[in-house]
């Protein structure tokens, strides 16, 4: 069946660091795929998507491109913030429900 | 974009009690709601799929008679914790698919149930 495998973490950064958290995913078809963010105490946010090959989704700094030739969708940020840690999914759509990855903590220091 | 608003945000229990968890969609109307639950350090456990007017739809493991859905209006999914106890514990979210947007879901801001 479909999934998505993220990178484990937790991922420790220092401010300004550039990031990036991989996510790739199986499927049939042509699936959307969506980074989500829960920070800490708070309910899932939706980061940023994309419905098609070649998209790129983007938001807050963050960017990640739909990459069917390998089945890809990593999230990617040029200059991390103390604010931007959370917990971060990538997930897929299959059938009108969302398939999540595991998450991947991400922890940035001053 | 649309809003999902989940009730209470925090609750705490006794042991043996029930605790009912709200999930409404504010601006729009949703037929489909899903109830997840995320454990420590783990990802979001997709428990149940809740269709207006018809019985919600059980993911394996979850017992539907201990995790009560009524999805009885198309902005309202209800769960219900039945004689809750100390592993119930859990953050709880629910999310509620747009219609016609290609599976877009909106989520709730959870709800952290704690069992005493």
């Known amino acids: 069946g479909d999934s998505v495998t993220q990178m484990e973490g937790p991922v420790t950064l220092s401010e300004e660091a550039f990031l990036t958290i991989n996510c790739t995913y199986t499927?049939?078809?042509?699936?959307?795929l969506f980074w989500y963010v829960q920070y800490p105490g708070e309910g899932l946010q939706l980061l940023l998507k994309?419905?098609?090959a070649d998209d790129k989704g983007s938001n807050k700094g963050f960017e990640a491109t739909y990459r069917k030739e390998t089945t890809s969708f990593h999230l990617e940020k040029g200059s991390v913030q103390v604010s931007d840690s959370a917990v971060y999914f990538c997930?897929?759509?299959?059938?009108?429900?969302?398939?999540w990855g595991a998450g991947t903590k991400l922890i940035i220091k001053p | 974009g649309a809003v999902v608003s989940q009730h209470p945000s925090w609750v705490i229990c006794k042991s043996g009690t029930s605790v009912k968890i709200e999930c409404r969609s504010l601006?729009?109307?949703?037929?489909?709601m899903f109830w997840y639950r995320q454990f420590p350090k783990q990802s979001l456990m997709l428990m149940a799929t809740?269709?207006?007017?018809?019985?919600?739809?059980?993911e394996q493991g979850v017992e539907k008679d201990k995790f009560l859905i009524n999805h009885a209006s198309l902005t309202l999914s209800t769960l219900t914790v039945t004689s809750a106890h100390p592993e119930d514990s859990s953050f709880y979210i629910c999310?509620?698919?747009?219609?016609?947007?290609?599976?877009?879901?909106?989520f709730g801001e959870g709800s952290r149930l704690t069992v005493l």
């Open positions: 601006d729009f109307q949703a037929t489909t």
């Open positions: 999310s509620a698919r747009l219609a016609g947007f290609g599976g877009e879901l909106f």
């Open positions: 809740s269709n207006e007017g018809s019985k919600a739809t059980y």
């Open positions: 994309a419905t098609k």
């Open positions: 997930a897929l759509n299959s059938n009108y429900q969302l398939i």
């Open positions: 499927a049939t078809g042509y699936p959307s």
